[in-house]
C-alpha cells in the first residue's frame, strides 16, 4: 500500500525560499509517479516578516502540470484552529499518515499537545527538517528552531515515529551566522543550471514563475506561454541550498546508497536544544546521517560529494518525469 503524505510548508509567493517550491515539486512529482498518494499539502499562515502569502497557486500550477487533484490549504492564524485542522486530518485520513514538516512545527507541536493518542494510532511519522544534528556551543539555533523552540521539542518528543532531518551538521558562533554542512546535516548545494534545463519545459516555468516573482494573476496560463530562455540561464547561475530531499525519497521507498536513519534517544530542552545518544534499533525516534561523508568543505553552501551527487540525480530523474 502507498504512504500516505501530507505535506506542511511554508511556501510563498513571492517566496520566502525557492526550496519550498522544489520540495513541492518532488512530492508531487513522486504522488504521479505512484511511489506514495500525497493527500493534502497544508501551507503555514504568513508570518509578518514573509512579503507574500501563501503560494496556492504553486499547487494548483503542479496539479495541472501532473494531471492531480490534490488538496490544499492555508493553515488557520489562529493556533487553537491550526491544532483542529491536523487533528481533522489524521482523523480523516484513510490510512496511517506521513507528515514531512519544512516549515513551523507551531501547528502539529499543538496537535500533539491536544490529542497525544491520536499521533500513536494514526501516525506513521513525522518528519521533520529543522535544527542541528551536533549542537556547538555558542552557536544559535537553526531558523524554524528560532520561530518557535518548544514548539519544535515538543514535535521531535512526539508519541510516534519521529525521523528528525537535521537541516545543518552544526552551527558556529561568531560575527556572521555559519552554517555547516556535515554527516549529521541534510544540506546540500547545486546550481540550478544543473537541474532545471533538464526538466520539461511545464516543470521549467513553475519554476521560473516563482524564481522571477511574477505578477501574472495568470498564473496556470504562464504554462502555456514559451519558456523565458533568458531567465532560465540568468537563474540557472544561482546557487540554491535544499534540505528536504531525503525525507521525500525515504518516505516513498526509494533506494540511496549515501544517507540513513539511525536510532537515536533524544534530549530536549524547552529553549529548543536538543541533544541525542545512539539507542536500540527498536526506538521510535532517528537522526538523518550521511554514510562515509565525503565533502571536501563543511560551509553549507559546498558543492561537493557523493550525497549531493546523489541527491542531484534523483531529483533529475524524478521531476524529469512529471
Not at 79 to 98: C, G, I, K, T, Y
Not at 112 to 119: D, H, M, S, V, Y
Not at 134 to 143: A, V
Not at 212 to 228: A, G, I, M, Q
Request: proline content about 8%; overall charge negative; glycine content about 8%.
Amino acid at each position: 500500500m502507498k504512504p500516505y503524505l501530507v505535506h506542511i510548508t511554508d511556501i510563498f509567493h513571492p517566496h520566502g525560499d525557492p526550496d519550498d517550491h522544489f520540495d513541492l515539486a518532488l512530492a508531487f512529482a513522486l504522488h504521479k509517479l505512484g511511489y506514495l498518494e500525497l493527500g493534502r499539502v497544508i501551507c503555514d499562515y504568513p508570518p509578518e516578516h514573509r512579503v507574500g502569502d501563501p503560494a496556492l497557486c504553486a499547487v494548483a500550477q503542479l496539479n495541472e502540470i501532473t494531471g492531480s487533484d490534490v488538496r490544499a490549504c492555508v493553515s488557520p492564524s489562529d493556533p487553537d484552529r491550526q491544532a483542529q485542522l491536523v487533528l481533522s486530518v489524521l482523523q480523516e485520513a484513510p490510512r496511517p499518515v506521513n507528515f514531512t514538516v519544512v516549515g513551523s512545527t507551531e501547528h502539529i507541536a499543538e496537535a500533539i499537545r491536544k490529542e497525544p493518542e491520536l499521533f500513536a494510532e494514526k501516525c506513521a511519522g513525522i518528519w521533520l527538517a529543522a535544527g542541528s544534528g551536533i549542537e556547538t556551543p555558542g552557536g544559535i539555533l537553526e531558523y524554524n528552531v528560532r520561530l518557535h523552540p518548544t514548539a519544535y521539542t515538543t514535535t521531535l518528543s512526539a508519541p510516534c515515529p519521529v525521523y528528525w532531518t537535521p537541516c545543518y551538521h552544526t552551527i558556529v558562533p561568531g560575527e556572521n551566522l555559519f552554517e555547516k554542512g556535515g554527516e549529521y546535516g541534510s544540506v546540500f548545494c547545486l546550481e540550478q543550471r544543473e537541474i532545471l534545463p533538464l526538466l520539461p519545459p511545464a516543470v521549467q516555468k513553475y519554476f521560473l514563475y516563482m524564481l522571477t516573482r511574477s505578477e501574472d494573476p495568470k498564473y496556470l496560463r504562464y504554462l502555456n506561454l514559451p519558456v523565458d530562455t533568458e531567465a532560465l540561464a540568468f537563474f540557472g547561475d544561482k546557487p540554491r541550498r535544499l534540505w528536504s530531499t531525503p525525507m521525500l525519497l525515504s518516505i516513498a521507498g526509494i533506494a540511496c546508497e549515501t544517507y540513513e536513519y539511525l536510532p537515536v534517544k533524544l534530549e530536549c530542552s524547552e529553549g529548543g536544544h536538543v541533544s541525542w545518544t545512539a539507542a536500540d534499533s527498536d526506538s521510535d525516534k532517528q537522526i538523518f546521517h550521511i554514510k562515509n561523508c565525503d565533502r571536501q568543505g563543511d560551509d553549507s553552501f559546498d558543492m561537493t560529494g557523493s550525497y549531493r551527487e546523489e541527491m542531484i540525480g534523483k531529483l533529475i530523474e524524478i521531476c524529469g518525469k512529471m
